[in-house]
């Protein structure tokens, strides 16, 4: 079976991380026979300079037909308005295939610094709805100013959208090996205590989901509350559930404690499709100086490798993606092999070139 992805590459460091987490993907691909065929296709600035618009309509049907996409990070704060062609891709494609989920890992590693310890945690956000005012309106936006110096903002969440969330989460924690003599944990995190109607909803949909897993401790914790304790002991969180802004946060906080964004896989995915994206930025002030780290895309790819092996059962996608997360694991043992955001000197290339000697190793 032909496993078809599409790569978009995005703004800023986004070809160059793009080119490195495919020719990891190539090694594998070639390694372990996995039938994989990319196919490139320009988004962002480039294609708005070349076709009027960010996100051309024919690039949402080929997703469509995709079985998995990769996309690099994109400067969407900077592109115009919509009606001018200023098209959101990440945000756009989540919503049209409906990637509901955003799966959000953060780990310490051995040899990289850090302001946490013993932090292996995964943050399970809504994609969908939430805070996020492009995300809320069957037409038109979320926010709006009726009359100048004054803006309103909508902020929708659903039983649907909350009953499958949780769902998502509990079965995360559910295959998340913790020692024998504890349960697994799930926090769902909200501010119910102001937003009573909108979080007691979601609260509401992750109790009745909790009361099918009877193995799983269930918690619940205020969203200012969760920011203090990742801080101060991020060892007591397995998994987080919690809605569209709060995730993007916590989430961010999370792995930067852990030791850099350039660490951070992520991956958007619903019933049908799934999308490896980078959790950081597209860092236009280092486009092109082949230093970027390349690591958090890499992973988030391993992440949708993993996905698409379980979900076609294909077990050599499951291999690789369990290749990638332990070919990661040993390049940060090694102090020469950090990039500058990890306090290190390696760029770019040479990340590429060490991750694919570690995997010869272990191929």
Request: net charge neutral.
């Amino acid at each position: 079976m032909t496993i078809n992805l599409i790569a978009f590459e995005g703004d800023g460091i986004g070809p160059e991380i793009m080119q490195s987490t495919l020719d990891i993907i190539d090694f594998l691909n070639i390694k372990l026979e996995l039938k994989i065929q990319v196919k490139k296709e320009l988004i962002g600035l480039k294609s708005f300079e070349k076709v009027g618009t960010t996100f051309p309509d024919k690039l949402l049907l080929k997703s469509r037909n995709a079985d998995g996409i990769i996309l690099g990070p994109v400067d969407h704060n900077i592109y115009p308005s919509k009606a001018e062609g200023g098209i959101n891709p990440s945000g756009t494609l989540r919503i049209e295939l409906e990637l509901y989920s955003n799966i959000r890992p953060a780990k310490n590693y051995n040899n990289v610094k850090s302001l946490s310890q013993n932090m292996d945690l995964i943050i399970v956000r809504e994609n969908t709805e939430g805070f996020y005012a492009d995300r809320n309106m069957v037409e038109g936006g979320g926010e709006f100013s009726p009359m100048p110096g004054i803006g309103l903002a909508f902020r929708k969440i659903t039983k649907k959208a909350s009953l499958r969330i949780a769902e998502t989460a509990f079965k995360i924690a559910n295959t998340k090996v913790i020692n024998k003599d504890k349960k697994p944990k799930v926090h769902a995190v909200h501010k119910a205590n102001v937003m009573r109607l909108t979080d007691g909803i979601f609260l509401d949909a992750c109790r009745f989901v909790s009361s099918k897993y009877p193995d799983i401790d269930y918690n619940e914790m205020l969203v200012d509350a969760c920011a203090a304790h990742i801080v101060r002991n991020p060892s007591q969180f397995d998994v987080i559930v919690t809605t569209n802004m709060f995730g993007d946060i916590l989430s961010d906080l999370a792995t930067e404690l852990s030791g850099s964004l350039g660490l951070a896989g992520s991956l958007n995915a619903g019933d049908n499709y799934a999308m490896a994206q980078a959790q950081h930025g597209s860092a236009t002030d280092i486009a092109g100086q082949n230093i970027a780290n390349p690591i958090s895309l890499i992973l988030s790819s391993a992440m949708l490798l993993n996905w698409l092996g379980k979900k076609r059962k294909i077990k050599n996608l499951v291999l690789a993606s369990s290749l990638i997360d332990k070919s990661v694991t040993k390049l940060l043992e090694n102090e020469t092999f950090l990039t500058k955001d990890l306090g290190g000197t390696s760029s770019t290339a040479e990340i590429t070139k060490n991750l694919t000697n570690i995997l010869k190793h272990l191929t």
